[in-house]
T-cell receptor, first 113, second 112 residues
């Protein structure tokens, strides 16, 4: 597996609390992505980054923000978690462009009560 | 924007039979089409991909075909084995923005 880690791997939180998920890579890849995976929906892009401090929205970005201050770290923040954000969150990286092989992290299972 | 539809949503085959999963895409400018396999509780992993300048690509028991005119591509698995049981996702690149759009996935069950 590519050098991608996610933390935490599991989290239970309450509605209304802020949550930050971290993706860390050791591959020095330029592009990083956050997806959520829900039954029947496949992988849906939340936000992505094409360089340090360069980010853009995906198809399901409402309620989420991201930051990338270093090449190796991409943070996903749920400002005020809701039950609809209960999901499995995957980080992915790709080397040169977003339109090529993406390697996925192990995932974070988030439960919002 | 790009839309990727994947069929069937579930597929059951007998061990040794072939399995075919089909995807259609809407953006004629898409030029990269990967397939990912995800085992239960694991991360998606790339199994094969194809670019728009190629019509077919094979890797042992796995092959992918692309029909640009019809805007569809398919995954073919021959001589299926129980370890092929997983969820398979197709994806397509989009012209504007460095992104892939994924299909909803196919649950493949190989019965022994």
């Amino acid at each position: 597996d590519a050098g991608i880690t996610q933390s935490p791997r599991h989290k239970v939180t309450e509605t209304g609390t802020p949550v930050t998920l971290r993706c860390h890579q050791t591959e020095n890849h330029r592009y990083m992505y956050w997806y959520r995976q829900d039954p029947g929906h496949g992988l849906r892009l939340i936000h992505y980054s094409y360089g340090v401090k360069d980010t853009d929205k995906g198809e399901v970005s409402d309620g989420y923000s991201v930051s990338r201050s270093k090449t190796e770290d991409f943070l996903l923040t749920l400002e005020s978690a809701t039950s609809s954000q209960t999901s499995v969150y995957f980080c992915a990286i790709s080397e040169h462009t977003g339109r090529e092989t993406q390697y996925f992290g192990p995932g974070t299972r988030l439960l919002v009560l | 924007g790009e839309n990727v539809e994947q069929h069937p949503s579930t597929l059951s085959v007998q061990e040794g039979d072939s399995a075919v999963i089909k995807c259609t895409y809407s953006d004629s400018a898409s030029n990269y089409f990967p397939w990912y396999k995800q085992e239960l509780g694991k991360r998606p992993q790339l199994i094969i991909d194809i670019r728009s300048n190629v019509g077919e690509k094979k890797d042992q028991r796995i092959a992918v075909t692309l029909n640009k005119t019809a805007k569809h591509f398919s995954l073919h698995i021959t001589e299926t084995q129980p370890e092929d049981s997983a969820v398979y996702f197709c994806a397509a690149s989009i012209e504007y923005g460095n992104k892939l759009v994924f299909g909803a996935g196919t649950i493949l069950r190989v019965k022994s």
